[in-house]
């Protein structure tokens, strides 16, 4: 085991030195597998996943098969992951596929934001949405 950097020793000479730290993770985890390196930090109590593509999933044992792959036609993508749960063996219903890039801007501006339809018809006429 290398022996411990001081930069890194506390979180306030972590953040200092973010750069760094990010610099080494990277180098470290870019030769490893994703798979194997987020099962092995579990382990080690560390919260950890792998990130990965849909395709990724596809293609890896153990983790759903193409059963659980949903067809949908859109103009971004045509199958998705669709939920795991399944009751005496029947997928539930998709009443609605994923959204559309920019499908739901106007409604989560006017209600999480309190902006009205005039500033959200403007921002989309200059094509700041």
Not at 23 to 46: K, M, R, Y
Not at 87 to 107: D, F, S, V, W
Request: aromatic content about 6%; glycine content about 6%; overall charge negative.
């Amino acid at each position: 085991m290398p022996p411990a950097d001081a930069r890194f020793s506390t979180s306030a000479l972590r953040r200092q030195h973010a750069a760094a730290l990010d610099s080494l993770i990277e180098s470290w985890t870019a030769s490893q597998d994703c798979w194997e390196l987020a099962s092995n930090l579990q382990s080690a109590g560390v919260d950890a996943a792998a990130v990965a593509s849909h395709e990724d999933f596809a293609h890896r044992d153990g983790v759903p098969s193409p059963e659980y792959q949903l067809h949908y036609d859109n103009e971004y993508l045509s199958i998705y992951p669709g939920p795991a749960a399944r009751l005496n063996g029947t997928p539930p219903p998709i009443r609605l596929g994923p959204p559309k890039l920019g499908e739901h801007t106007a409604e989560l501006l006017h209600e999480y934001l309190g902006t009205n339809p005039e500033k959200i018809e403007e921002l989309r006429r200059n094509d700041a949405i």
